[in-house]
């Protein structure tokens, strides 16, 4: 059974570009949880999602930020208009219910130049 | 709002040394407490999950104990190895209905373990 998969993992924007993450989580997973760990900060928590559904996006930045979890396919944080402030690594984590452990994957880390 | 604090932030040992890593949390209204490694540019690996009601949990080398009225868990590692090097991080899940799992972290305690 693989782990969570994140890709890519690693990625440079210009300030201004788009960057799209992506989140497949281990099979059988249904709950998706985005993290954020900004430099020399702990992780907090951006947004959880089930499939198809945003349950909690109180961590998430109103502006720019979006995220989705569709029926096929891996879970997307978007970005967009990324600023020098966004670079972080941005980690996934899935479980197989609410409140059950959350297993994350490698992360990805986004350098905005 | 629930804070998590770990201490001490770094810490340097010896092979073979048994050591006890703090963490508490302001509020005790938990679903539970877990443990997690970070190694330098990876991800996190779950090491122990403590539910609300349990006092501890063992895995291997590994022992992590819960006092959640007065808002503390440490995690004691025996025998320590330069393997062990790593950040270790506390994490709690809030309880209440709004919480929906999302787990709040410490800072992590960056730990060496020299030969």
């Known amino acids: 059974n693989a782990g969570v998969m994140q890709n890519p993992r690693h990625l440079v924007r210009r300030r201004g570009q788009e960057a799209r993450l992506r989140c497949s989580p281990m099979k059988g997973h249904s709950h998706v949880y985005w993290y954020r760990q900004l430099p020399e900060e702990g992780l907090k928590f951006m947004v959880y999602?089930?499939?198809?559904?945003?349950?909690?996006e109180s961590g998430m930045p109103k502006e720019r930020f979006s995220a989705e979890f569709p029926k096929e396919g891996p879970s997307i944080l978007r970005i967009q208009q990324v600023v020098r402030g966004d670079s972080a690594a941005y980690f996934c984590?899935?479980?197989?219910?609410?409140?059950?452990?959350?297993?994350f994957g490698p992360g990805t880390r986004l350098l905005v130049l | 709002k629930q804070e998590v604090t770990q201490i001490p932030a770094a810490l340097s040992v010896p092979e073979g040394e048994n050591l006890v890593l703090n963490c508490s949390f302001t509020d005790s209204a938990i679903y539970n407490l877990q443990w997690f490694r970070q190694d330098p540019g990876k991800g996190l690996t779950s090491l122990l999950l403590i539910q609300s009601s349990q006092r501890e949990q063992t895995s291997g080398r590994l022992n992590a104990s819960l006092d959640k009225s007065s808002g503390r868990s440490t995690l004691y590692i025996a025998a320590s190895q330069p393997g062990d090097s790593a950040t270790y991080l506390c994490a709690v899940i809030p309880a209440g209905g709004t919480s929906y799992g999302k787990l709040t972290f410490g800072q992590g305690t960056i730990l060496t373990v020299h030969p």
């Open positions: 999602l089930q499939k198809e559904n945003i349950i909690d």
């Open positions: 984590a899935s479980s197989m219910d609410l409140l059950e452990t959350q297993y």
